[in-house]
């Protein structure tokens, strides 16, 4: 695959249609949902964030402290909107559920 590299035009330097043989754009990356990304990636996550809060938005980690508060400082401070925020426990998740109802 031939290698691609981003070029910056100023309107002196734009060609004319005439003389553009192919215009490269640069797909806009496919959106990616945080919680499945979460669950793909837990065991290296879990080796390498173990008793830490983390923030992730986009599929990557944007943030780890060991404090919700410390956490939150972060996020408003890199300027990250409604990141995915999660402990990770040194441990396996123990996933025990119970569901009620009305009237049984």
Do not use: C, H
């Not at 290698?3 to 060609?15: A, C, I, N, P």
């Not at 945080?34 to 992730?56: C, F, K, P, T, V």
């Amino acid at each position: 695959m031939a290698q691609q590299k981003e070029v910056v035009l100023t309107r002196r330097e734009f060609k004319q249609p005439a003389d553009v043989i192919s215009l490269y754009f640069k797909p806009e990356p496919e959106p990616v949902d945080d919680l499945d990304w979460l669950i793909s990636n837990i065991a290296e996550l879990r080796d390498q964030y173990a008793g830490q809060w983390i923030a992730i938005a986009k599929g990557r980690v944007v943030a780890s402290t060991s404090t919700v508060p410390e956490l939150k400082e972060v996020i408003e401070m890199i300027g990250i909107e409604r990141p995915l925020v999660t402990f990770i426990s040194g441990q396996e998740p123990n996933w025990n559920m119970a569901y009620g109802s009305q009237g049984l």
